[in-house]
């Protein structure tokens, strides 16, 4: 059997050990969403760029105003749908680098719980007469710090899927919203 030294010991090297893993999984994950974020704003600004140039030619070859107006109007919804496109893209990065984010963490904080709560039964068995109400006062403290951690993993993610709800309503409004201008200046 192990000193209570030696347990807190080698329970520290454990701890640290797991922390350096959450700490590599998580940049890991974040790394990725990253490298799909500049993924996504590369290809954007290259097809916005292509599609401009596209665009700026067709305006310039226009022969009156009436032919420009329309040319123009009638690049609105193209040009919301793909703003919508983005969007969604955007939100599904960010929704998934959270969720692989928060179940990497959550994963880590509950195995931590239970190995501080198994290193503490045994140290507590080996603990001086009178000292009961100090470890209850100390399991108490641990399962209280993991609720309020669940309940703060539950409030991020409800406030991300609002996030994500508001930012779709937002964009299908918008798309909405370009549809009639575009029919409008067709009729033009």
Known sequence: ??????????????NIDAQLALFSTLSGKAFESVEKLVELNVNAVKSTLEESAATTKQLLAAKDPQEFFNLSTSHVQPT???????????????????????TAAESQII???RKVLALFDEV???????????????????????SGYEQLS?????????????????????????????????KK
Do not use: C, D
């Open 80 to 102: 919301a749908e793909k703003l919508l496109a983005y969007s969604r893209h955007l939100t599904s990065i960010a929704s998934s680098a959270q969720s692989e984010l928060t």
């Open 154 to 186: 539950q409030n991020t993610k409800q406030a991300v899927e609002v996030l994500e709800a508001n930012l779709n309503n937002t964009v299908t409004q918008i798309s909405q919203a370009a549809k009639p201008a575009t029919r409008a200046a067709a």
């Open 124 to 146: 507590s068995k080996n603990a001086p007469a009178g000292s009961e109400q100090w470890i209850s006062f100390f399991k108490t403290a641990i399962n209280n710090a993991h």
């Open 1 to 14: 059997m192990f000193s209570v030294p030696e347990q807190f010991s080698v329970a520290t090297k454990a």
């Open 111 to 113: 195995e931590s719980n």
